[in-house]
């Protein structure tokens, strides 16, 4: 009985970790492809940052 078991653990955490691989390696390819590049970004400086908070209180 302790050998199935260890067995049927085995068995069970190999077709775990590969899911979890195929899975990991699917949701990398999709990150990649929706990544934002820095240059798409604005540049915000601290005159930039510091209009806006002027502008709410004002």
């Given at each position: 009985?302790?050998?199935?078991y ?13 899911k ?12 990649y ?5 820095s ?20």
């Amino acid at each position: 009985m302790n050998i199935l078991y260890k067995t049927t653990l085995l068995i069970t955490m190999a077709v775990v970790t590969w899911k979890v691989v195929e899975i990991e390696k699917n949701t990398r390819k999709l990150d990649y492809s929706l990544s934002v590049s820095s240059s798409d970004l604005p540049k915000l400086s601290a005159n930039s940052i510091a209009s806006m908070y002027s502008s709410k209180n004002s």
